[in-house]
């Protein structure tokens, strides 16, 4: 297990192997059936997870229809981060798109685990990486086009296209399913 923690960290910052041991004894593993929600609306998130088969989502209800945020795959951190890090309930739900394995680490060993030197420097880290991340969505959402976006899956992640209903895919673009699917059909 920790090495897998340790090769999906690594292109971010090259821990050693013995952090990713600590990390890995403060998690449990839990299971979740696909579409089961792993931290609803409204709700504080109390947990961290790593992905280890399956996927999940972050969504915010909007009008009548779910947004979807953000998508995560295997060998990915995923939580509802801003309701994990603030202790407060969220408009963000999270939900498994997928049968999926993940390890949960709670808050509480979150917070051991940043009491060690190495934990601090793992979390700053992460923290800094998963910002740059968001902040290359939003300018990507602003100054690319649907198109643009998409072919930009396809290209960098072909699992998206393939495992994730298109739903979700059109939402994350930030376009409606009818628009992708124009775009499929012209692509």
């Not at 880290?125 to 602003?142: C, G, N, R, T, Y």
Request: with cysteine; proline share 3%; net charge positive.
């Amino acid at each position: 297990m920790e090495n897998r923690l340790k090769a999906a960290f690594d292109k971010y910052f090259d821990a050693p192997l013995d952090a990713w041991k600590s990390f890995a004894r403060y998690c449990e593993l839990v299971k979740f059936k696909k579409n089961e929600v792993i931290k609803p609306y409204g709700k504080a998130e109390t947990n961290g997870y790593f992905i280890l088969s399956g996927s999940g989502g972050v969504f915010v209800w909007k009008g009548n229809n779910y947004v979807c945020l953000d998508l995560m795959y295997e060998d990915t951190f995923f939580a509802d981060y801003m309701s994990l890090i603030t202790q407060q309930p969220s408009p963000l739900e999270t939900i498994a798109l997928e049968n999926s394995e993940m390890l949960r680490i709670s808050r509480a060993n979150i917070d051991r685990l940043k009491q060690t030197e190495i934990g601090k420097i793992i979390f700053l880290i992460s923290a800094e990486w998963s910002f740059v991340e968001k902040q290359q969505q939003q300018i990507d959402l602003l100054l690319k086009t649907a198109e643009q976006r998409y072919l930009d899956l396809i290209t960098h992640r072909p699992d998206i296209i393939r495992r994730t209903p298109q739903k979700h895919i059109a939402s994350y673009l930030g376009i409606t399913t009818q628009s992708l699917s124009r775009l499929r059909k012209n692509i």
